[in-house]
C-alpha cells in the first residue's frame, strides 16, 4: 500500500503549501497528484482501489476549492 502512503505524503504537502499561503505552488502539487490519481484510476482492479482513489478525488476537490476559490469551482 506504498503507492497510498506516497499519496498521503502528498496531499499533506498541498495542506501545508496553503498552510504556508503558497497557492500557486499548492495548485501544481494538486495537479501533479490528480494526474497520479487519474493513472492510478486507470490501472485500478480492484474495489477497494477504486474506493480509495475515489476518496482522494474527493478530498483533492475539496483543496481545489480551497485554493482557487468557490466561485471558479462552481464553473466548471
Known amino acids: 500500500m506504498s503507492k497510498y502512503e ?3 505524503a ?3 504537502e498541498i495542506i ?3 498552510a504556508a499561503k503558497n497557492n500557486r505552488e499548492a ?3 494538486l495537479l501533479e497528484v490528480s494526474d497520479t490519481l487519474d493513472d492510478m484510476l486507470d490501472h485500478a482492479e480492484e474495489d477497494e482501489d477504486l474506493r480509495e482513489i475515489s ?3 474527493v478530498l483533492l476537490n475539496q483543496l481545489h ?3 482557487n476559490g ?3 469551482a462552481d464553473g466548471e
Open 65 to 67: 476549492v480551497k485554493i
Open 70 to 72: 468557490e466561485e471558479q
Open 6 to 8: 506516497d499519496l498521503k
Open 55 to 57: 476518496r482522494y478525488q
Open 10 to 12: 502528498s496531499v499533506q
Open 27 to 29: 495548485n501544481n502539487k
Open 16 to 18: 501545508d503549501l496553503i
